[in-house]
């Protein structure tokens, strides 16, 4: 989700199973089709159940669960919701999902009045195509109005757009729209700002296109004046250029001066903007302080000593005793004093020539 190529590569993964499937050409099927990951059809069968087995025995996803629901009544899609009525004629009408919050721009926010007129003519836009019967479409701009109302949008307003807008986006609701020359744009983006209002864009790239080509055109013939000078030789940007003449890279050979130049507008940065940066930084500053506090702990307790944990056992079968060590020098001091700890499958050490003996005759089994 959110990546560029994340919609086609979806297409092509569900296309390429639903070809294998060949789902189009089964008998029982009268329509499929999918939206990315929401899939449609339209089945003949005696049964729901029977529906849904065919299609969940048909139409398989590898490390994917398709879950189907179905109706021999009504069925939703996206934001519309499709049905039989009375005739037993198939339409369709808007459908709102459960998890919908319905959050809309309120009128107190700073978006150009552009901008919150455009939505909503958006929206009636978008409503027209998912009605099916001017019953629905009216039924729903009522639900809008409402919900913009609420929004703190003044009703003046409201019903001004809408009296003006609702018999065009109605019977304009299907139509497709021819693309007006090239669809290449070049944006130009900025901010919020009501400057932008006296500003048209086609203008300028009307001024800065016709100044390129009439560029060129003395370009081609030598006559340079004031106001479109030759280039300067010295330059190393066009001594190649010139040198070679203008068929070299010539924009005309290229699609640029038939871009339209659009102006794209986001959000000003505000103080609500500006209290989240404090909070993420007082918290990543934060963050630092306790690991260097905990940092710093554990360097002072690996440098201090550790203090003597009794033994449990001493404490209650009290100290163990101590043997008598007898040292070369032959005294018996306090340092002679080892404790005794027994080990298993030993014996003691004999005394006498066993204690003198070579080093090579130590062995089990020796004598002496």
């Not at 025995?57 to 009525?85: E, G, Q």
Request: glycine share 6%; with cysteine.
């Amino acid at each position: 989700m959110g990546v560029a190529d994340s919609p086609d590569l979806a297409n092509l993964y569900g296309y390429y199973f639903e070809k294998l499937a060949n789902v189009l050409e089964h008998p029982d099927i009268f329509y499929y089709g999918r939206y990315i990951d929401d899939c449609l059809a339209i089945v003949y069968a005696q049964s729901e159940l029977e529906a849904v087995s065919l299609l969940e025995s048909l139409i398989k996803f590898d490390n994917c669960v398709i879950t189907w629901d179905c109706s021999d009544s009504h069925a939703p899609f996206l934001d519309m919701r499709l049905y039989k009525d009375a005739n037993n004629t198939l339409q369709h009408m808007p459908y709102r999902k459960i998890g919908n919050h319905q959050e809309r721009i309120p009128w107190i926010s700073a978006h150009p009045y552009d901008v919150k007129r455009g939505t909503f003519l958006g929206e009636m836009s978008r409503l027209a195509v998912l009605s099916s019967k001017p019953e629905h479409y009216t039924e729903a701009l009522k639900g809008l109005v409402t919900l913009y109302l609420n929004r703190g949008y003044p009703i003046a307003e409201v019903h001004k757009w809408l009296r003006s807008n609702i018999t065009k986006r109605w019977s304009e609701r299907l139509t497709a729209r021819q693309p007006q020359g090239s669809a290449d744009v070049l944006v130009l983006k900025t901010q919020y700002n009501l400057a932008w209002n006296y500003f048209n864009a086609s203008q300028l790239g009307d001024t800065i296109f016709n100044y390129w080509r009439e560029w060129l055109s003395r370009a081609d013939t030598g006559t340079y004046n004031s106001e479109y000078p030759a280039p300067d030789l010295k330059d190393p940007r066009v001594h190649h250029w010139v040198a070679d003449g203008v068929g070299q890279w010539d924009l005309r050979k290229t699609n640029l001066f038939n871009s339209r130049i659009i102006l794209s507008r986001k959000r000003t940065r505000n103080m609500l903007d500006l209290t989240n940066l404090w909070k993420k930084s007082v918290l990543e500053t934060q963050e630092d302080l306790v690991l260097d506090d905990l940092t710093s702990a554990a360097a002072r307790y690996a440098a201090t000593k550790r203090p003597h944990v009794p033994d449990v056992n001493t404490l209650v079968t009290g100290p163990q005793l101590k043997r008598l060590r007898v040292g070369e020098s032959g005294n018996t001091d306090d340092s002679e004093f080892v404790e005794h700890v027994s080990r298993r499958g030993s014996s003691p050490t004999p005394d006498g020539p066993w204690r003198q003996a070579a080093m090579g005759s130590w062995g089990r089994g020796s004598r002496y």
